[in-house]
């Protein structure tokens, strides 16, 4: 996050207003309207890219119940990087994708797809989590003060700070189990003593 990108509010209010045809069902096998490797192609060609045929592979889906919310939430995000600032600023092929489907896995993984478009903390933490992994933070915010509004967003974040608190309570719960056996041990060493 160590640049400065756009307004925030200038890319929450573009999520708000996603377009229904970007919130149209993404096509998996003979079902949907999108197909969202040409949506991720034409994005590309905003930026003065073509993806070779085998990057756009993995935004084909095959299993509806696997690829369902990933898709969508490529579809939003490639309305998202389609802003004005996106295009004028080249963001570089590679980033592009990384995002599109490192980014989108990850997220998808976590939250519904049309919540990042409906629900006013998830449009941030879209925004501000696609301005981070393209190493932006959003304008007038200190990288402190992006870092901080981000971790308190992050819904990914929050999930990996639970597992990681109940990795630490099974390590704590086991280390007391195996305290009070060695304890029952010495107690029943010392009675078969006596």
Aim: aromatic share 6%.
């Amino acid at each position: 996050m160590e640049r400065q990108g756009p307004i925030l509010e200038k890319l929450t209010r573009r999520l708000a207003e996603t377009p229904p045809d970007f919130l149209d069902e993404p096509r998996i096998g003979t079902t949907g309207r999108v197909f969202v490797p040409a949506l991720v192609n034409d994005l590309l060609s905003l930026y003065g890219a073509r993806a070779p045929a085998a990057a756009l592979m993995r935004f084909h889906g095959a299993d509806a119940k696997i690829d369902r919310n990933r898709l969508a939430l490529a579809m939003i995000t490639v309305w998202l990087l389609a802003d004005e600032w996106f295009v004028s600023v080249k963001i570089p092929q590679a980033d592009a994708l990384r995002v599109l489907d490192e980014t989108v896995t990850e997220l998808a993984a976590a939250t519904a797809a049309h919540k990042f478009v409906n629900d006013t903390d998830r449009r941030e933490e879209l925004a501000r989590v696609v301005l981070a992994r393209l190493n932006y933070r959003p304008a007038r915010e200190t990288i402190a003060q992006a870092t901080d509004r981000l971790s308190s967003l992050s819904s990914t974040e929050r999930r990996r700070l639970l597992e990681a608190s109940r990795a630490a309570e099974r390590r704590a719960r086991a280390i007391r189990e195996a305290l009070a056996k060695k304890a029952a041990e010495e107690s029943a060493d010392k009675w078969t003593r006596e």
